[in-house]
């Protein structure tokens, strides 16, 4: 029988508070296991209701069945080209490649908007009639076309409430993994347990909202998976899924070659540090390393929302963090750090224009 991943309760956290009581204790001392052992939970007591949740899932659903020529009104496009900033709006089957091959899901990618003060992101984006017209003479007041990740949000236009219902969803999870990066400060002892807050405060959020197809068995026997191994970029990642089992599957850290799967758990989130965080850290906690694999016979949906660092934050390891792995006689690399920035641009180029071993 495989692990399973621990659960952490948040709720205290929810609410700012000077003192600590019995029950941030209990939630700390979880989490502090969890970290230091799988870098990867199941995260409850987060206040977000299922009904939101359950409304989340539902529009990705319904705007995956739309047909091809309705999906790609807001297709992801090279730099240079039309809206494209290379990375956000919508990918097709097989887009995004991870350790050389294509993954097998299709989804819609969001980031941060940073065009709020131009008005740009406040455009109607009705791609199939006015709202293109507008955005382009929006645009082509600016010297150029977008860099990497520069550009705008391609939302769908159908659903019709989409935009909205996810932007208020992103502000509850905003919220909440600001609790989960303050309790984190205080499960790895830090001096200043807002130190991963104080960096996060302007999130450069990224989310994913991802439609699996079941995978095709003569892709599976090459190697192909719906979403290859991979750890994550950033500080925190919340995951919301559908009822899909047996598709995420986490490196087992106890030493076994194994996966253990992150099945869903009523109302729960699967929660997991990124590679900011294991550098921070010098290493102390580590960013866990998983993959999807679905081959059950339904079309599955998730959500991850990947709570990072400041865009220019610079992130580097806290020397308080070295001293606790020298002392412990851990060697320790000189690490001079990475500007958040460079680091995703770096995968998010490597996502598009990466080169590829097979399954094309
Ligand atoms: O779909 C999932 O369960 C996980 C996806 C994932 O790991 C990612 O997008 O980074
Ligand atoms: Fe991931």
Same mark, same amino acid.
């Given at each position: 029988?495989?692990?399973?991943?621990?659960?952490?309760?948040?709720?205290?956290?929810?609410?700012?508070?000077?003192?600590?009581?019995?029950?941030?204790?209990?939630?700390?001392?979880?989490?502090?296991?969890?970290?230091?052992?799988?870098?990867?939970?199941?995260?409850?007591?987060?206040?977000?209701?299922?009904?939101?949740?359950?409304?989340?899932?539902?529009?990705?659903? $319904?705007?995956?069945?739309?047909?091809?020529?309705?999906?790609?009104?807001?297709?992801?496009?090279?730099?240079?080209?039309?809206?494209?900033?290379?990375?956000?709006?919508?990918?097709?089957?097989?887009?995004?490649?991870?350790?050389?091959?294509?993954?097998?899901?299709?989804?819609?990618?969001?980031?941060?908007?940073?065009?709020?003060?131009?008005?740009?992101?406040?455009?109607?984006?009705?791609?199939?009639?006015?709202?293109?017209?507008?955005?382009?003479?929006?645009?082509?007041?600016?010297?150029?076309?977008?860099?990497?990740?520069?550009?705008?949000?391609?939302?769908?236009?159908?659903?019709?409430?989409?935009?909205?219902?996810?932007?208020?969803?992103?502000?509850?999870?905003?919220?909440?993994?600001?609790?989960?990066?303050?309790?984190?400060?205080?499960?790895?002892?830090?001096?200043?347990?807002?130190?991963?807050?104080?960096?996060?405060?302007?999130?450069?959020?990224?989310?994913?909202?991802?439609?699996?197809?079941?995978?095709?068995?003569?892709?599976?026997?090459?190697?192909?998976?719906?979403?290859?191994?991979?750890?994550?970029?950033?500080?925190?990642?919340?995951?919301?899924?559908?009822?899909?089992?047996?598709?995420?599957?986490?490196?087992?850290?106890?030493?076994?070659?194994?996966?253990?799967?992150?099945?869903?758990?009523?109302?729960?989130?699967?929660?997991?540090?990124?590679?900011?965080?294991?550098?921070?850290?010098?290493?102390?906690?580590?960013? $866990?390393?998983?993959?999807?694999?679905?081959?059950?016979?339904?079309?599955?949906?998730?959500?991850?929302?990947?709570?990072?660092?400041?865009?220019?934050?610079?992130?580097?390891?806290?020397?308080?963090?070295?001293?606790?792995?020298?002392?412990?006689?851990?060697?320790?690399?000189?690490?001079?750090?990475?500007?958040?920035?460079?680091?995703?641009?770096?995968?998010?180029?490597?996502?598009?224009?990466?080169?590829?071993?097979?399954?094309?």
């Amino acid at each position: 029988m495989p692990a399973s991943l621990p659960i952490v309760d948040i709720s205290p956290f929810l609410e700012s508070t000077q003192t600590l009581t019995a029950a941030h204790q209990e939630t700390i001392s979880i989490l502090r296991g969890a970290l230091l052992n799988q870098g990867f939970f199941y995260l409850l007591g987060h206040g977000i209701p299922t009904s939101k949740t359950q409304q989340i899932l539902s529009l990705a659903r $319904t705007f995956f069945q739309h047909d091809a020529e309705e999906k790609t009104l807001i297709k992801r496009q090279d730099l240079g080209i039309g809206l494209g900033d290379g990375a956000r709006g919508y990918q097709i089957v097989g887009e995004n490649i991870t350790q050389g091959f294509h993954d097998w899901h299709e989804a819609i990618d969001l980031y941060r908007p940073i065009h709020e003060k131009e008005g740009l992101e406040a455009a109607e984006l009705d791609l199939n009639a006015n709202g293109v017209a507008a955005l382009k003479e929006a645009i082509s007041s600016r010297s150029g076309p977008f860099p990497l990740l520069e550009g705008i949000n391609l939302w769908p236009s159908d659903p019709p409430n989409f935009k909205k219902i996810y932007e208020d969803y992103i502000e509850q999870l905003l919220h909440v993994g600001t609790a989960v990066l303050r309790a984190m400060g205080y499960a790895l002892e830090l001096k200043d347990p807002e130190t991963f807050v104080k960096h996060t405060r302007e999130s450069f959020w990224v989310m994913r909202v991802i439609g699996y197809p079941p995978l095709d068995p003569s892709v599976a026997t090459q190697g192909g998976v719906s979403c290859g191994e991979h750890s994550d970029y950033g500080c925190l990642t919340l995951l919301l899924q559908d009822e899909t089992k047996n598709a995420l599957m986490v490196r087992d850290r106890s030493g076994k070659e194994e996966w253990i799967p992150a099945n869903p758990i009523d109302g729960a989130y699967v929660v997991n540090v990124g590679d900011m965080v294991e550098r921070w850290t010098g290493g102390l906690v580590k960013s $866990t390393k998983h993959r999807v694999v679905h081959t059950g016979g339904n079309y599955r949906v998730s959500v991850p929302f990947f709570m990072e660092p400041d865009k220019d934050c610079l992130v580097k390891p806290l020397e308080e963090c070295i001293a606790r792995l020298k002392k412990d006689g851990k060697q320790v690399d000189d690490d001079p750090g990475i500007v958040y920035w460079d680091h995703l641009v770096g995968k998010v180029g490597g996502n598009f224009y990466g080169s590829t071993k097979a399954n094309s």
